[in-house]
């Protein structure tokens, strides 16, 4: 699986837009970007996955690059709960098996 | 819909004993994976289930096992601990192998003294 990297921290008022990059520059073509969060003292939780189009679920966008080398995820109106640490995840999608390999993520902070 | 289970939530052993961890996946899933959470080295992959069989394992010693049953519950062993066993042990469910979206339970909070 390609290796990512993310910046350790992130700060984001309440109600503004949070944007998370991740930089995963030897991802293979057959390699999806993955989205997951964890909340203090709970398991991840999945957020997001892309292929090269950008998605949008009901928590989250994903923009994927056109070359494919990064991505950003964004919460829209980013709230309180939204802290945790986000981690973006490189690999192969169905059929693949189930391994995530999980980087250091981003801890993101929103605040007042 | 009930969310994947783990139990115990919380245990605390000695050195040299073994331990049991128990994850009971969404109705449906067939494919469960075990996590192993510390500060030093963070998430990390321990193995990978479906179907009774293991698919996948991650680069953790022989003391660490597990299995799955015909229902889909899977349980994990760690024999012969030790004090860097000290973690929050996930397990995780998915509708089956390479499936998108994996559902992850609360942990089990295991340490060792």
């Known amino acids: 699986d390609a290796k990512t990297t993310q910046p350790t921290s992130m700060d984001c008022a309440e109600g503004r837009a949070a944007n998370l990059p991740c930089n995963h520059s030897?991802?293979?073509?057959?390699?999806?970007v993955y989205w997951y969060r964890q909340i203090h003292s709970q398991g991840p939780q999945y957020i997001i996955h892309?292929?090269?189009n950008n998605e949008t679920n009901e928590m989250a966008s994903l923009i994927i690059t056109e070359d494919r080398k990064s991505s950003t995820l964004i919460l829209p109106h980013a709230t309180l709960r939204d802290t945790a640490v986000y981690y973006c995840?490189?690999?192969?999608?169905?059929?693949?098996?189930?391994?995530?390999?999980f980087g250091t993520g981003t801890q993101l902070k929103v605040e007042l | 819909k009930a969310g994947v289970t783990q139990t115990p939530r919380y245990l605390i052993k000695t050195r040299g004993q073994q331990v049991t961890l128990s994850c009971s996946p969404i109705?449906?899933?067939?494919?469960v994976s075990w996590y192993q959470q510390t500060p030093g080295q963070g998430l990390q992959f321990l193995f990978e289930?479906?179907?009774?069989?293991?698919?996948n394992k991650g680069n953790f010693p022989g003391r660490f096992s597990g299995r799955q049953f015909s229902n889909s519950r899977s349980e994990m062993n760690v024999s012969t601990l030790e004090l860097g066993d000290s973690a929050l042990y996930l397990c995780?469910?998915?509708?089956?192998?390479?499936?998108?979206?994996?559902?992850f339970g609360p942990g089990t909070r295991l340490t060792v003294l």
């Open positions: 030897t991802i293979s073509g057959n390699e999806y």
């Open positions: 109705s449906g899933h067939r494919s």
């Open positions: 289930y479906f179907s009774e069989t293991q698919r």
């Open positions: 892309g292929l090269k």
């Open positions: 995840i490189v690999r192969v999608g169905e059929g693949g098996g189930n391994k995530l390999t």
């Open positions: 995780a469910s998915s509708f089956r192998e390479g499936y998108n979206e994996q559902f």
